[in-house]
């Protein structure tokens, strides 16, 4: 667990929204990351793409 308490971490629509994507949860911030990764990798200068931001999880 790391410092600050999280349970684990959370990617969110920075416009709220829920998708396939946003609103899954992971244990690490690494695995949260590993997955925006591919989602960016595979848009290339999109302009149509969504913004998303990994956010710590309450703790329980």
């Known amino acids: 667990?790391?410092?600050?308490?999280?349970?684990?971490?959370?990617i969110s629509r920075d416009d709220g929204a829920t998708d396939g994507i946003?609103?899954?949860c992971f244990a690490t911030y690494e695995?949260?990351?590993?997955v925006l990764e591919r989602y960016y990798a595979d848009l290339?200068?999109?302009d149509d793409r969504e913004y998303y931001?990994?956010?710590p999880l309450d703790p329980a």
């Not at 695995?31 to 590993?34: I, K, R």
């Open 22 to 24: 946003a609103g899954s």
């Open 31 to 34: 695995e949260a990351y590993a």
């Open 44 to 46: 290339c200068c999109s």
């Open 1 to 10: 667990m790391s410092s600050s308490g999280a349970s684990g971490y959370r």
């Open 53 to 55: 931001r990994i956010e």
